[in-house]
């Protein structure tokens, strides 16, 4: 079922970014690092995820000048961080 998300918020974060729909590219890059620690993939991967959908994310809102939004997501992805120092890996 995660792999089933994670496929979902790609093309989410995908087709936000595509149309420019605010909502879709934070809820689609907010969630895919979230995934990647669900499946429990090397701690790497799921660092590189949330690097990669802070940079695409943070980008797009900073380039709309949605200020807000902008911090909000960071958070978010501070909290994805904050997730993988917490997790049980191998």
């Known amino acids: 079922m995660n792999i089933f998300f994670l ?21 689609g890059f907010a969630l895919i690092p979230w995934q990647f620690l669900k499946i429990k993939l090397n701690k790497k991967i799921v660092l590189t995820s949330i690097l990669i959908s802070a940079v695409i994310g943070g980008g797009y809102f900073i380039y709309t000048k949605k200020w807000l939004i902008t911090a909000l997501f960071i958070f978010i992805q501070f909290y994805n961080y904050w997730g993988l120092l917490n997790a049980e890996h191998e």
């Open 7 to 27: 496929i979902l918020f790609m093309l989410i974060g995908a087709s936000g970014l595509f149309y420019q729909v605010d909502s879709g590219v934070f809820i």
